[in-house]
């Protein structure tokens, strides 16, 4: 019963947050990451509250849901657009057991 529990407020806890809010649609459909691969290919990115984004040692790292594991983002997987919405945005990679397994592009809020 309490796993069933976790599951369910893990689950809520990191569903997308919803990127399209029907003003900035085509604005975020036209991401891409410094490699020019888009940001949104069938998956939705996730907000990053500002306690969860930093840059440490002249990079930008976000921290890694469920495991809180601060993840490094490259300068390759960074979108240098200003952004129009001023929450960050990561899309993650995840893997069948949930866990992020790299970090497709990143676009920083207006917090730093």
Not at 9 to 18: G, R
Not at 47 to 55: G, K, L
Not at 59 to 83: A, C, F, G, M
Request: hydrophobic share 40%; aromatic share 8%.
């Amino acid at each position: 019963m309490i796993r069933a529990l976790v599951v369910v407020v893990l689950l809520i806890a990191l569903s997308p947050a919803f990127s399209h809010d029907g003003m900035h649609d085509d604005w975020l459909k036209s991401l891409k990451n410094g490699d020019g691969i888009a940001c949104c290919v069938g998956s939705e990115a996730f907000s990053v509250d500002d306690p969860d984004w930093e840059i440490s040692k002249d990079r930008y790292r976000v921290r890694q849901s469920p495991q809180h594991k601060w993840i490094d983002v490259w300068p390759n997987q960074l979108v240098t657009e200003k952004n129009k919405i001023g929450v960050a945005k990561v899309w993650p990679t995840i893997d069948a057991s949930g866990t992020w397994t790299s970090v497709r592009c990143f676009l920083p809020g207006d917090g730093i």
